[in-house]
């Protein structure tokens, strides 16, 4: 029993290097490999109107004295672009940008737009006469319209509207 011993442990020894050889073959090498690639976006020059606001005059009796109201809306165009904001004569017939009219059936209620807290400066639609002129930023910018109802003969009751059209140019 002895002598098989010796037989077998030095054979056991004499295999070991054949045995790991065997097992370092089979095992992977990790191995990496590279390469770049380019993001793009081409910007170009644009302009949206984000927000809207109704102009709401309220409610009134005779209209014996001015009426007051504002309201706001706000463009948003691409850095250093330059714009004009033109607000058009309203979808009432017979409305001009000097003065607009609302209607409820056949009356009307004539009303007026300015771009100054003043209401002087008639804010109407004619690029480099009554627009509003402007360089974007990137971000949103708020406009003010200052609207005025004149006094004027009062028709009769009812809500009175109008539809007025903001055209950005750039």
Partial sequence: MLRLLQTVVPFRLALAPVLLACLSQGKAEAATTTANFQSQITIVADCQIPSTNTLNFGSNGALTANVDA?????????????YDIGLNQGTTAGGTTATRLMTSG??????????????????????????????????????TIFGRVPAQTTPASGLYTDTVTITVTF
Wanted: glycine share 10%.
């Fill in 106 to 143: 056949s009356a009307t209620v004539s009303y007026q737009m300015f771009s100054d807290a003043a209401r002087t400066v008639n804010w109407g639609n004619t690029v480099g006469t009554d627009t509003v002129a402007g360089t974007g930023n990137g971000a949103a910018q708020s406009y």
């Fill in 70 to 82: 504002t309201t706001t809306f706000s463009v948003q165009c691409t850095n250093t672009t330059p």
